[in-house]
């Protein structure tokens, strides 16, 4: 059965710094990898996606992820985290030979 | 395209009584999913369907709930009868299932069941 894992509830960070949402996954095949934002009251917004080719994808408001085979992992990163990054983050991929399944968002809260 | 457009936005009804949820997925999409989300379990998916067929249904918590896709422009999710347990933020997301395409999320329904 495929799976999408975010180990960590919440991460922290101050404003400046570099920030990283981990993410790992197990599916069948060659996957698709997402990542999407929940603001309070809203519904999920995508981010970026990795399909195929450079293992470094970057999205909407400066993050980027990388996608990384051999461990199975697609770490969303910003060099320098803004207080509106923070959110909820979910992971999510599919193949080819599965549907969309989510991981279970990390929040990220990012302090002044 | 407008997106996904659910509604209502917000539901508030009493235990007991049927509630209806409705999905306007953005037109081609030909995947559409609900889910559920709350504080405790998270983003739960409820149901998927294809080609407006349901594929796989075992997220759907009990017989209360059914949802139906009578046509690639409408869905509908429907608790009879409401229980409290079941408040929550119902998502529609909606996809084209070839080649690696995002998922649309839809605003929610916010359900409140007193």
């Known amino acids: 059965a495929q799976s999408v894992a975010q180990p960590e509830d919440q991460v922290n960070v101050a404003e400046g710094n570099p920030l990283t949402v981990k993410c790992t996954y197990s599916?069948?095949?060659?996957?698709?990898l997402f990542w999407y934002v929940q603001y309070p009251n809203r519904g999920l917004q995508f981010l970026l996606k990795?399909?195929?080719?450079?293992?470094l994808v970057k999205g909407s408001y400066g993050f980027e992820a990388e996608f990384n085979k051999s461990q199975t992992s697609f770490h969303l990163k910003k060099p320098s985290a803004l207080v509106s990054d923070s959110a909820l983050y979910f992971c999510?991929?599919?193949?080819?030979?599965?549907?969309?399944?989510f991981g279970k968002g990390t929040m990220l809260l990012v302090s002044p | 395209d407008a997106g996904v457009i659910q509604s209502p936005r917000h539901e508030v009804t009493e235990m007991g009584q049927e509630v209806t949820l409705r999905c306007k997925p953005i037109?081609?999409?030909?995947?559409l999913f609900w889910y559920r989300q709350t504080m405790m379990r998270g983003l739960e998916l409820l149901i998927y369907?294809?080609?407006?067929?349901?594929?796989?249904d075992s997220g759907m918590p009990e017989d209360r709930f059914s949802a139906k896709m009578p046509n690639a422009s409408f869905s509908t999710l429907k608790i009879q009868p409401s229980e409290p347990r079941d408040s929550a933020v119902y998502f529609c997301?909606?996809?084209?299932?070839?080649?690696?395409?995002?998922?649309?999320f839809g605003q929610g329904t916010r359900l409140t069941v007193v």
């Open positions: 999510a991929a599919y193949s080819g030979y599965s549907t969309l399944t």
């Open positions: 599916v069948s095949g060659n996957p698709y």
């Open positions: 990795y399909i195929t080719g450079d293992n």
């Open positions: 037109s081609g999409h030909n995947s």
């Open positions: 369907f294809n080609n407006n067929v349901p594929i796989d």
């Open positions: 997301a909606n996809q084209y299932s070839q080649g690696g395409a995002e998922a649309f």
